[in-house]
C-alpha cells in the first residue's frame, strides 16, 4: 500500500508561483498513474491533473492549462506540480492520489485512492 505525503503549499501573491510535491512510500509508486485534485470548502474536490506511470500520458483541467505542470521522478518516487501564474481562484487545498484502475476516468476522485492530507494553497489578490 503506498503511503502520499504533500508539501510545498503556502500564501504567495497573484501571478506568483509555487512548486507542490507528493512524495510516495512504502509501495510500487512507478506502477500507478497519478493525479492532482483540489477542494475548497464545501466543495467537491476537483480535478487538476494527472500523469501516467512512465511520466506520459499528461492532462490537465482547463482551467490550470498552460500555467500548471506536472512531472514525476519515478526514482525519487515523488510527483510534482509546478503552478505559475497563480490567481486568487486557484486558492484550494491540494490532494495527491494514486489512480486504482477503476475505470471511473481519469478526472473523478473516485477513480483513486491512497490519498494524502492535502496542503493549503491560497492565492491573495
Known amino acids: 500500500q503506498v503511503q502520499l505525503v504533500e508539501s510545498g503549499g503556502g500564501l504567495v501573491q497573484a501571478g506568483g508561483s509555487l512548486r507542490l510535491s507528493c512524495a510516495a512510500s512504502?509501495?510500487?509508486?512507478?506502477?500507478?498513474?497519478m493525479g492532482w485534485f483540489r477542494q475548497e470548502p464545501g466543495k467537491e474536490r476537483d480535478f487538476v491533473a494527472r500523469?501516467?506511470?512512465?511520466?506520459?500520458?499528461?492532462v490537465y483541467a482547463n482551467s490550470v492549462k498552460g500555467r500548471f505542470t506536472v512531472s514525476r521522478d519515478n526514482a525519487k518516487n515523488t510527483m510534482y506540480l509546478q503552478m505559475d501564474s497563480l490567481k486568487p481562484e486557484d486558492t484550494a487545498v491540494y490532494y495527491c492520489?494514486?489512480?486504482?484502475?477503476?475505470?471511473?476516468?481519469?478526472?473523478?476522485?473516485?477513480?483513486?485512492?491512497?490519498w494524502g492530507p492535502g496542503t493549503q494553497v491560497t492565492v491573495s489578490s
Open positions: 500523469i501516467g506511470f512512465s511520466g506520459g500520458a499528461i
Open positions: 512504502g509501495g510500487v509508486f512507478d506502477a500507478y498513474d
Open positions: 492520489a494514486a489512480d486504482m484502475g477503476h475505470g471511473l476516468g481519469y478526472d473523478t476522485s473516485r477513480e483513486y485512492g491512497y
